[in-house]
Each structure stands twice: as C-alpha cells, then as structure tokens.
C-alpha cells in the first residue's frame, strides 16, 4: 500500500469535543421489537405501555364472608338479629372471588352466625362496599404503566401480565460489528508459534458491548491486507449499527485503517487527547459509525467506553450509566501528561480506617492492571501531576464492600499467599487477599505509609546473619507491629532443563557470562544476590543481564525458560511449575510484618487462624521447597519499646 | 383436608433468626460446570484459576526496528558509526515480532540508517534487553488470575484467553423451582372469566431469581388439591436445589401447604416478624429447602428477597449485594407495628435541594406500589413510628441519578400528563415525571410542604366563581410559587353505555338511587360534586356510594363500568378510554402550580417549553374534551405580594 502516505502523527483533540461530534453524527433510528412480557427483564421499553385490563377486574371479595345487598342489612341488629337465606340475600365468598350482583358488600365470617344449611344470622348492618376491592384499586385500565425508555425489572414483568400486555415493544439491541485485523492474531484454540498472539480484544469487546446493552458481533481476524480490510468495513457497515475495527488505528507504516475508513467514508477523528487511547479513529461509512481502536488492550477498552458506549445509550434512549466514585488519599505521586487526560488505574485499600490507593502500572499492554484495578484515576488535561498524600476521587471499578473487606498484601512474593487467598476466599466469601509483589523493603514501606495490612519479607541482615528484624526494628521505627514467623523456604539458582551451563554458584554465572535474570531494588532475593557477589568479591558490573528486573519469582522463571544461556535466583516452586533446574542456595526465612491494628482485628485473628489451620499448612507442605515454621510465636514490636 | 385441624395463628419469629436457621439449614454442595471463557460473563468461578502460559509468551519486540546482540554493538559511536549486515548481525523487527536467537536487544528504527539492501549503520550502542518485553509482562505462566468465588467481568475474559484457559470452571447456576397454586389462577394468555386471576407472581419470581444468579423453574399452576400439591412438591425437591410454592403460607382453612411439607418433611418457621411479608413458610422435603411464600405480590417480592435470594449467594458463594442507601427527610409520619419490622415502599423526590419521602400505600395486593418505589424504608420492631420531618435512610429501588432528576409532579389526576411524561422522555432520557395522584389540595400541600414541584389543580370557588387562583393565595401564602394556566376541560357524568338510568343531573343520581362512584376529600371533582349538591339543595346522605371514593378519573370509570347502575363524575377522556356515556357538566380551568424554584430551574424551563410546543398541543386535542389555554401567560405570586 505504498500508495498510502505515511502519516506521521495524529489530533490530539478533547475527549469531550470528539464524543459531541460522534454522537451528533451517530443518526441510526432505533428499531422496535415485540417480545414475550416474560422475557423483557433488562430491556427497555420502545414505546409507552399502558394497561389493557384493569386488577382486579371485578367487584373481588377482601375477606372469607358472605355477599350482601347492604341496604337489605339496615335493620340488623343485636337486639334484633337479621336472618338471611343462602341464594337469595347471600351468597357465601372466599377472598378474591367475584362479588355476584345485585349484592354490593361482604360481611367477615367471623361475624356471620350459621343457622342451618340456608340461612345465616347477622347482628350488625353492612356498608356499601365494605370488604370489596374496587376494580382497579391496584392497575387502572388505560393508565400509562410505563413510559419509553423505561428499563424492565423483575416486579415490571408482573404489572404486564396482570394487565394484559403480553407482547411488549422494546428497542432492539444496536448490532456492534467487531472485526479484529492483523497478521500476528490466531484464534483462542488454535495452536500458538513464538511471535502469534491470542485474538482477545474482540471476545472482550463482544462481552462489553452485551452488558452495555447492544449485541457484539465477531468476525473472524482479518489479515494486515488493505483490500481484505476494505471489503470486511464495507460489508460490516451495510449488516450492523456500529462497527468497530480493532488495531492499526495509530500512525505506522502498516496502519492502514484511517486511509480505508477515509477512502470508503469520512474521518472526523484521528487522535484524542488521553492517556492511554490516544490513536482512536471515528467515522463514518454509508452513514454508520466506525470506530477504531488501539491494539493493547487497555487502551482498547478505553476506547470503547468512551466512544461506543455512549452510542448504545443513545440508541437505546437511556442515560449513561454512571460508576460510583470514592474519595482516596493518594500512596505515591502521579505524574501525568500535560494537554492530556490521563487514566490511571488505581489499587485501593482500606487501611487504618482510610482509603489509600495507588497506581498500578501505566503500560497500556499490561491487561492485568486493567483487571487488578479497583478503581480509575481521572487526571484532568492541564494537570502536569498529585502529590502523595492528596485526596482525589475515583470512580470504582468494584464494589465497594469488596474493597473495604479486602485484606492489602504487600512485599516479597511467594506463592503460598496464592493458597492462602484461595483458601480465604473458600472459608469467607466477603473477604479477599489482595497482594502486590513489589519486594521485601518496598512491602515496609507500604506498612509504614499505611497502604498495607501485612507484608512479606525475607531480608537478611549481613551483619547480625538473622532475616527481618532488623530490618522491621529500623524501617517500621516508631510504629507498633507485629511480626509473624510464617516459613522457611528454599532459595537457589534456576536454571534451564539439564543446567546447560553448568551453573553451580555466582562465579559461574559471571566467568560463563550467562544471560542472569535479576529482581527489582529491594527485592529480598536480590539483597541475597548482591551478598553472594560481595562474598566472592564480584561487582554487578561483571554479571550480564543484572538490571535485567523482573518482579516476582515466577517471572524470573519464565524469562530463564525462554533463553539456553539464562539463570536466575529464586524459590524452588517456581523452578518446579516452569519445569525448570534448581539448585539450593540458602534457606530463608520469609515471614509476615501486619500493623498491630490489623493483627487485632477481626479480619487479622481470621487470617492467622488460616495460617496455623492443619489445612494449609498440608497444603504448603505439599508444594515442596518450604518448611512451615511451627512453633510461630507472633512478636508485637511496640513504638514505646524503641 | 378435614383431617387437617386448622391452625389459627403464625408465629411471629424475627426474620434475622429465620434466615440463620435457614442458611443453617441449606447444606447444598454447589455443582461445578466447565464452560467456554468467553461464555463466562457474571459467571462465579468455581475455583482459583491459574495462567497456563505467560503473555507475552516469547521475547517480543517492544518497537519497530532491528533486533541486534548488545555487546556486538559497544563499539558504535557517532565518530565511530559501526555497519551491520543484515541475517547475521541484525534482523528487521515490528512491534511483537519474536526476537530470533541470539539477538537480545532492539534498536528503533528511527535511529538506524540503511546504507543498502543489505546494510544498515548504527551511531550508539545497545544496552542489553533493551525495547524487547519480557516473557510474562502481562501475565505470568502459573501466576493465579483469579481466586474461587470472582464474578467475571469482561476484561477478565480477555485474561483468561490469553493465558489458554479455554474452558472455566464455575459453579452451576442452582435449580429453583417455582410452583404456583390456586383454583383462581389462570395463565397469562388464557381467556380470563370474573374471579379469575392472571398467574404472574411466578413469572417474577423466576425473573428475580434470574437476576440474582440462579435458575427460576416455573412449574405449571397447580389446584388447590392437597394431593396434588403434594405430588408437586415431593417431585420438585426431587429436581431442584430449591423449592418455592407460592400461595397457601397462610393459617385459613385452605391453607394446606405447610401441613403438607410437615407431612413430606419438617417445617422449622411459620410465620416472621414482618408488615408485609408475615405468612412465610421455611422447611424441608428430603434435605431440600422448601419456602412457602404468600399470595400477595408485593409481601411475595419480599419473602422471595429475605430468604431465596441468601440461599442462591450462599450457593453461589458470593456475598449478598447490598442496595445503596440514601438519607430522605419524611413527608409524613409513619405508623409501624409494635414487634414487626414494617417494610414501607416510599416514593422519594428532589426537591428544594433536598431528599423528600413520602410512604406509597401499604396494601401488599398493590403491587404498583413496589413498581412505583423509589426507596425502601425498614422501620425495626421497636419502633411504633416515626414523625414527619424526622431524617431516616432508605435503601434506593432505582438509580439515585434518576431519582434526582424526576419531576415530581402531584395533585390532581389528568390524562394529559401521561402524554406529556411520554414526550420528555421521548426529548430527555435522563429526566422523567413522577406522577402521584392525591387530588388538587393535597396537590397544593405537597408544594407547600417542599414535597413536589408541580401540582395540577382544578379548584372552583363558589363565592369568586374563579378557578384556583384563590385557593393557592390562602393554602400557599408566604411562599413564591408560579401559577400557569395549562388547559380546559370538560367534567361531566360517566355512566354506562345506553345510560340506563337515564341520568342527567344530580337529582337523577338521588331520585334513582344509581350507585355512584365518588373522589377522594380534596379532589377538584369532588368538591364540584358537592357544589352541585349544594346547588339543589341535596345531602351527601342521599347519594348512595357517597363514601366510595376512587383516586383517579380512570378508577372513577372503571368502577361505573363494573355496574351497571353506576354512575360517576368525572372528565371526558376517562369516559372515551373505557366506552363509557358522558354528559357534560361544567368547563374547568386545569391549571398547574410550581414552586418558583422549580419554575426558574433548567428542567423547569424544559417542561414549560413541552407544553407550549405544538406536537404537545395537538396531541392534546386528539384525545378530546380539552381546550389548550392559548395565551398562558405563568402568574408569578411572590410570599411579598401577600
């Protein structure tokens, strides 16, 4: 496609001003489909809904009685009883059933004295219409039920039937086109080369679209081909409502998707100015709306709540939804783009009676801040950043009880908290473990600041030769908490199937100058290496691939699984999961650090109760590579003792 | 059921220690099914779900460019440019392109120059891994994504694809089977004879339980035959993780069901501590829950949320949603009943900047009450009740953002407002009317009482001969409220088709002793009634069915329709809507009456906008008897003027 000019940059117009555009050039009549009352429950009315018959629909009786003609019942009275005969001035009614005429009153039974088979006694004289529900007392014919654009629920359902209206106008759901293009996509099931990738996005598109109301629509991946493209937009333009076309929506040399759209129709947007989601393109082909959107996935799903969402609404004649919102204290800075709205995905915990929250990783390409996230930070266009410790509001991403109960895990990694959450969850299901594997120092911090509940951390101390205390004693400094001998675990080198270097201590990796997979600063793993290099009187200098970090044990694994030449220090289940060579180095201890509030807690006695419960500690045992520290006396650090 | 003594009373147990027992009592082993991620939205996962391969799951370029060995590239230096051949020393590569051995960094292509075909040149060196994604950036192969119990979200199928989980393990939507009962019962397409009742009360549960995550079972009606009751419900718990009968929870002498279930199995509560919602039975039939829930819908709707909806979560293993609350000031004060939580369906409106609830009515049979709800207020046993004014939470029904945007609309009742409720919605999908029918007085408190924004009134002063004017100076003195003239129309007798009473006056109504059908106190109508009563020089005792008092024109016609010696007062339209005779009486000034507030507000100056437009005024006169007020000039009367 040389013929297409490379076009080198894109808009950065307001979100605000392309939406306005998008929705007043998104002209589709929304269309109206009957269907059964019983199935409507979610939809939304197209028309007004008005009761065909009223309820109840006749004179019905409110009691177990008898009907009366009441102005017949004048005379009765306890000095002198009124006899009646069945048929002629009564008939016997249950609740509910139709009052017969001319009779237009009901006496209780109660109060109704049985003289023989025919006749009954009375001693009080009825009302007109007392103890009968007038017609309609609950729908009125005629009445308007329901107007347009009215959302049905479950109890709506009832008032449709029981008014007679079976086959109820609802709009139908806007038909969303998604069509997945580039050469490296294969579908879910299919077999997997280095340098294909699983085709997601679209699945995840469909799913979106669904619970916003429309009905998504996957067509197969299309290939980087500008005429397979063409012919894919095309046809989607003329079956659906809405089209979306997923990649090649940036500025590359093989981002063809503006040229076609433009080719074949009209480009109003290229370009908004956000954080990510920035290459978005919106226009028009035979007057339906397409919209393309980025290729990683978080800026994708960006795109199309901003930008398809608010079309279904307006199809469908409903407001936006809005998320609820809470006010936070921020953990960290958060620098942002200047002239560009940045959405940050937040981590929030309930820590200390407050909530803190901070960012998860800005990488567009990383889907799991997306799914890790409680809540999204909105950073307005001329903000150039927050400060820590400012106090912001976010809209949620979950429910609010989930992260209120949700016990925030920091510091090192180790995989029996995965167990541990697992079995948490198992025994409670409005409690949750939520952890980040940022490190054994970095974990302290996090109590320090209040941002976490409990940290693991594995640190040794060169001088003293003990793990932790030290470390605890000097960095949690004038804080009361406690720490909690939890295991001892197996540290060693990882290394590809069959050790293909030979690797059997630090001096190999530097004189065979292996590919070494480091951990991030303040790693415990990483303080241990450093040790080792001092011990042999090496410099980091010397090790290839030392600020290679990675962060967390799994990862380290998984990057020595791809490369001959790799190794790596770590724990012996992730060698074990990835298949991978290991090698002991040193038992360490890994222990947990809570603040003191939360070891008293509720929440605090359940999770220690979790740790010592024979199940788990089966569980861990099971793993390999762990010792389960048994005599585990929890040690309170008090702020007065230091 | 002879053999069935009956019993007289239920208990009266506190529902928190029902539902104890009954979740107690609910021993279920939730099912696990294996389906297809991308089927999993809302879906609960059944247990923890791991990553089966990292994403990216290969060295991936992070950049358009060259993929070279960083050490062969030290060299490189802007006096010293170093030539590389392509295939041996470096390889082109697009973003995601896998890294071929045993290259391990990339360089942008923006800093490469191709001297030729084969040939490019370099100026600065590589550093090692640079601009290439580490295996399991995104996702870490064996890294848990989700523990048991997570409700899948859209973005979390993405996850599950890329990391291969192709089929998911969630738990199986539990099996609740619903049987209704009654002789009266009819389905909803069925021809429906007078003591016939359309069976919708299944239908909603089913769609309740639905919503709440299981599988709603309507089982056909079935008769008021304790035999067959019984076949039903032994065979239901043979199918089904939950039983629910509708109907027949009661103690009169029908009321089988709770003695067949202590026949099939055991009953552990008859009755809780609750208005409505009080004739509730929990039991069990062979280890399955078994709930009898009443007839009534609205005390249905609650039994079902009490007690169905916690037994589906704990299947499900997820915790019980909680509704949003919201403080509301009251309108009105609320009697409960000593030692019974009451269970009051409020409407709630916004107005004058703050939250105002008035209670709906309390007749359980009304199921538009809980429709027409904005908000539930539980008031506790030891309450007797609570004072107007006093502030109070209620769990919000509906969104709080379409509570806050209703126009509050009360007084009396005209057909007009249907169509002009239909027309906003049709321009403003995020604003609608509240329409409450209470008459034109009480129209008039709600404004003084800051409870509504508009009121329709129609009110003839006998000594002024004047409409409404009047009576909004005295009952709204020392308030700033807009009067703007809105229609005329004609009030006249509504009496069945022919006329057989011939009925053309007030004195016809007493001479032949018709049954009318009068308005509530404070009803524009009324008070006209009594005018001409007064007129003549007639009683109110003299008029049968004086005290039978409907709340709406509509009702008044669907009442006259139900007999045929009924007659009543009322407007045109009502007649028309049902095929009734009309008479005309008098022309009326229907005028509307808004808080000064209100009438200056954004919304204020859209609904006047409406109903001067003329689409609006022509769909007035379609439906007949109207007058559109043409020079309808809003009266401003400042609390200053008087």
Request: glycine residues 8%; aromatic residues 8%.
């Amino acid at each position: 496609m040389k013929n297409f000019e490379r076009k080198i940059y894109l808009e950065d117009k307001p979100r605000s001003a392309a939406k306005e555009e998008l929705l007043e050039a998104f002209q589709q009549t929304p269309k109206t489909e009957y269907i059964p009352a019983a199935d409507t429950l979610g939809r939304i009315t197209a028309e007004p809904i008005f009761a065909r018959i009223s309820m109840p629909h006749y004179h019905a009786s409110a009691m177990d009685g008898i009907a009366v003609v009441a102005e017949s019942t004048y005379s009765a009275h306890e000095q002198n009883p009124l006899l009646l005969k069945n048929g002629e001035q009564f008939r016997y009614v249950d609740t509910g059933n139709a009052i017969p005429s001319p009779f237009n009153a009901v006496i209780m039974i109660e109060n109704v004295h049985v003289v023989d088979e025919k006749t009954i006694e009375i001693i009080e004289p009825a009302t007109p219409w007392q103890h009968i529900r007038p017609i309609g007392e609950d729908i009125v014919q005629e009445e308007m039920l329901f107007p347009q654009g009215h959302t049905i629920r479950p109890a709506d359902i009832g008032v449709l039937l029981a008014s007679r209206q079976t086959k109820i106008p609802v709009v139908k759901k806007p038909v969303v086109t998604i069509i997945p293009t580039g050469n490296e996509l294969v579908p879910a099931d299919a077999a997997l080369a280095s340098g294909q990738i699983i085709e997601f996005n679209g699945t995840v598109f469909a799913n979106f679209i669904k619970e916003w109301g429309g009905e998504g629509r996957l067509h197969p991946i299309v290939k980087d081909d500008p005429e397979k493209i063409k012919q894919a937009l095309s046809q989607a333009a003329n079956d659906s409502d809405i089209v979306v076309i997923n990649a090649g929506s940036s500025a590359g040399s093989k981002d063809y998707t503006v040229h076609i759209i433009g080719e074949l129709g009209s480009v109003f947007t290229h370009g908004v100015a956000t954080r990510p989601g920035k290459p978005v393109i919106l226009g028009k082909i035979h007057d339906k709306i397409v919209i393309g959107v980025p290729g990683y996935p978080v800026s994708a799903y960006f795109a199309l709540e901003w930008f398809v969402k608010p079309l279904i609404c307006k199809y469908l004649q409903i407001p936006e939804p809005k998320r609820q919102t809470l006010s936070v204290k921020l953990g960290r800075r958060i620098v942002s783009t200047m002239g560009a709205e940045d959405f940050v995905r937040m981590s929030i915990g309930y820590v200390n009676g407050q909530y803190m929250a901070n960012p998860l990783t800005r990488n567009a390409g990383v889907t799991m801040s997306f799914v890790r996230a409680d809540g999204l930070l909105v950073v307005p266009p001329n903000e150039i950043g927050l400060e820590q410790g400012t106090v912001v509001e976010v809209e949620l991403l979950r429910p609010l009880e989930e992260i209120k109960n949700a016990i925030v895990f920091c510091g090192s990694h180790d995989l029996t908290i995965d167990l541990l959450s697992a079995q948490l969850k198992s025994l409670r299901t409005d409690m949750k473990i939520v952890s980040s594997h940022v490190g054994s120092m970095a974990g302290l911090m996090a109590i320090r600041k209040g941002e976490a509940h409990v940290a693991g951390v594995h640190l040794l101390d060169p001088e003293t030769k003990q793990y932790n205390i030290s470390y605890v004693k000097k960095v949690l400094a004038g804080q009361d908490v406690v720490l909690c001998p939890f295991l001892k675990r197996k540290q060693g080198w990882i290394v590809p199937k069959g050790n293909p270097l030979c690797i059997t201590n630090v001096i190999d990796i530097a004189e065979k100058n292996a590919d070494f997979v480091n951990r991030q600063k303040g790693a415990g793993t990483r303080i241990l290496f450093d040790l080792l290099l001092d011990k042999v009187g090496l410099s980091s200098e010397q090790i290839s691939g030392y600020d290679r970090e990675m962060f967390s044990h799994l990862a380290v694994a998984a990057e020595v699984k791809g490369g001959t030449n790799a190794v790596g220090l770590g724990i012996f289940p992730a060698a074990k999961a990835m298949e991978l060579d290991f090698f002991p180095v040193a038992d360490e201890e890994y222990d947990l650090v809570m603040t003191r509030s939360f070891y008293e807690s509720e929440n605090g006695r359940f999770l220690l109760e979790l740790i010592h419960s024979e199940v788990f500690k089966q569980q861990v045992k099971k793993i390999g590579g762990y010792v389960v520290v048994e005599n585990t006396e929890p040690k309170l650090l008090t702020r007065a003792e230091r």
